[in-house]
């Protein structure tokens, strides 16, 4: 028999997959746009949550590596556009604007530098850990700043979106149903990833690291190793996102951006992985609507997400599949 | 004679101007339960802390099975079969009984790094887990929540903890503290009953259980090993009445 959350899924999806006509039979083609990001946000905090939720690793700095991401592919079309190799020396690193090569290298380049700042990061906890990944972040931000040749601060602009065989990325609707794919299949791994063996010992990390330790697990390795796989997937987001929006700026990779993603996984659900998906699209369209009637929108949306952290455990998402008889 | 399992050699261990363990030298016998007493803040949480890697000492050094622990970390201590119960009770209160049991057994067939396996599914990693709910009495309640369960159950799945990973040696710190006369009772048939199978390092205040139960006893003071011997030697040592039974 299926459960609430099954339902809850299940009615999320055909959402999501029926959206497309819908907005087209009504003319509201812009929608499609903005629900795009809406699913890309989705991946970046589901993405979080694996940290976040389930390995009790409060990073400030995750929106980091979707700008690493994303300006991996934004490099590899300006190289492409100026026909120029990125690196000539001591191996030849040509430009690109093919997806199959930009979107793997965008989620290589991000897990790699997760790999790297999350070895030194996870050498600390708590209080420290926070302020670290937020130090991280902001080096990131104003190296990407000083980048002069790839826009600066003003950022990078692209002629169009990545190419791919046998789809036109260019379509809005092709290109909605790819980010919807893409979301899905992270979910369906990332939960088979918190549902295994290694995702049992990263959830008891998070409960009681020295107790772990004490029965043999290298809890490091373990820690290090969701961060890595979790970086990796926030590339593939901003890979997602600069070909959404056709830009990049170091904007995206703000502490702030970072704050909102954190912001997205508490409203949505920690721990639960569907729910920051939820959490994105209540985040950005509640934005979206707020800000047609005012432009301090944000006193409105604060007071709720203090509501919403304050009375649902699990966010609106744990709201809507627990019922009555909660027993945590 | 039997072969010593873990020597400690002149371990000492200093906070701030504290001094925990002064040369603490420890023997103990493959398969004996071997006791350590001493009055409050002797050192003998310390002690084991020095013992399972948590702390590491300003000097001297550790021997498991003969080989020199003093710089392993953590994890691979418990790898070569140290385990241990903790004083104040560690359980992952997030998981269920069985999960907790089945997280310790992961530990000890190493597949931690398993991506996709379902672990919660898992048969075989189940029914080892289950073996341990059995013998620790909580078969009725392996479905509850670690965080949901009374205090005795609590130490009972401690130790059940502890002894999942199958260890050679089991350091066990105050097992009995705030258990009723009747958990006490309950655990004391326990640890009677692994007597034998794994080497048992009991740290424990209800001197009735340890002199009891106990093979050998080791007396600390003020960090410092003043005597090891049997039971009754140690019941009739001078020293020991002075500085711990009060001279009674």
């Not at chain 1, 959830?203 to 961060?227: D, H, I, M, P, T």
């Not at chain 2, 997030?94 to 898992?122: C, H, I």
């Not at chain 2, 093979?215 to 410092?224: A, C, F, P, T, Y």
Request: glycine share 10%.
């Amino acid at each position: 028999m299926p459960n609430r959350k099954t339902i809850l899924n299940g009615i999320g999806l055909l959402f999501f997959l029926l959206l497309p006509p819908v907005t087209q039979i009504f003319g509201q083609e812009y929608l499609l746009s903005l629900f795009s990001r809406i699913l890309i946000y989705g991946l970046a905090a589901a993405s979080l949550d694996l940290i976040l939720g389930y390995g009790g690793m409060v990073s400030l700095g995750h929106a980091v590596f979707m700008g690493v991401g994303g300006y991996s592919v934004g490099i590899l079309a300006f190289h492409s556009y100026e026909s120029s190799p990125i690196l000539s020396w001591p191996f030849v690193l040509a430009g690109t604007e093919n997806a199959l090569l930009a979107w793997p290298f965008a989620v290589l380049v991000a897990g790699i530098f997760g790999l790297i700042t999350g070895a030194i990061c996870l050498r600390t906890k708590g209080m420290h850990f926070i302020m670290i990944t937020l130090a991280f972040a902001q080096m990131a931000y104003y190296f990407f700043v000083s980048l002069t040749k790839f826009g600066g601060s003003d950022g990078l602009s692209l002629y169009n979106r990545n190419t791919l065989p046998g789809i036109d990325l260019g379509s809005d609707v092709l290109f909605y149903y790819l980010c919807l794919a893409v979301l899905v299949i992270f979910l369906i791994v990332a939960h088979r990833l918190a549902g295994s063996h290694f995702g049992r010992v990263v959830s008891a990390c998070r409960e009681n690291e020295q107790r772990v330790q004490v029965l043999g697990f290298a809890s490091y390795r373990y820690k290090l190793a969701c961060y890595t796989f979790s970086a990796a997937a926030a590339g593939l987001a901003g890979a997602l996102l600069v070909n959404q929006s056709e830009f990049i700026s170091p904007g995206i990779m703000h502490w702030t951006k970072s704050g909102e993603l954190m912001v997205m996984v508490l409203l949505g659900g920690m721990g639960t992985l569907v729910g920051p998906v939820l959490g994105a699209a209540t985040l950005l369209l509640m934005e979206d609507i707020l800000a047609m009637y005012t432009e301090h929108w944000m006193i409105i949306l604060g007071p709720f997400l203090i509501i919403v952290v304050l009375f649902a455990k699990r966010g609106l998402y744990g709201l809507l599949t627990e019922t009555g008889g909660n027993n945590g | 004679m039997a072969e010593t399992l873990l020597q400690t050699k002149g371990l000492c261990k200093r906070f701030g101007a504290l001094q925990v363990c002064r040369n603490l030298d420890l023997n103990i016998t493959s398969g004996e339960l071997h006791a350590l007493i001493g009055p409050n803040g002797a050192g003998k949480t310390t002690a084991m802390n020095l013992i399972t890697g948590l702390l590491t000492p300003d000097s001297g050094v550790l021997f498991f099975n003969g080989r020199d622990i003093t710089n392993i970390s953590v994890h691979k201590r418990a790898l070569l079969g140290l385990a241990r119960a903790f004083q104040v009770t560690s359980l992952f209160n997030d998981f269920s009984v069985r999960e907790n049991l089945m997280l310790a057994v992961q530990a000890q067939q190493r597949t931690g790094f398993r991506f996709w396996t379902n672990a919660t599914r898992d048969r075989k990693l189940m029914t080892s887990a289950d073996e341990y709910v059995e013998r620790m009495g909580l078969t009725e309640r392996a479905t509850v929540l670690a965080g949901a369960l009374s205090h005795g159950e609590r130490r009972q799945l401690e130790m059940g903890m502890a002894l999942a990973t199958k260890p050679a040696m089991l350091l066990l710190d105050e097992p009995m503290a705030g258990l009723g006369p009747g958990g006490t009772l309950k655990l004391c048939e326990l640890i009677e009953e692994l007597k034998g199978e794994v080497t048992i390092l009991l740290v424990e205040h209800d001197t009735q259980a340890v002199f009891a139960l106990a093979d050998r006893i080791s007396v600390l003071v003020q960090g410092e090993v003043v005597a090891t011997d049997s039971p009754q030697l140690i019941k009739q040592n001078s020293l020991v009445q002075e500085a711990y039974l009060g001279g009674s």
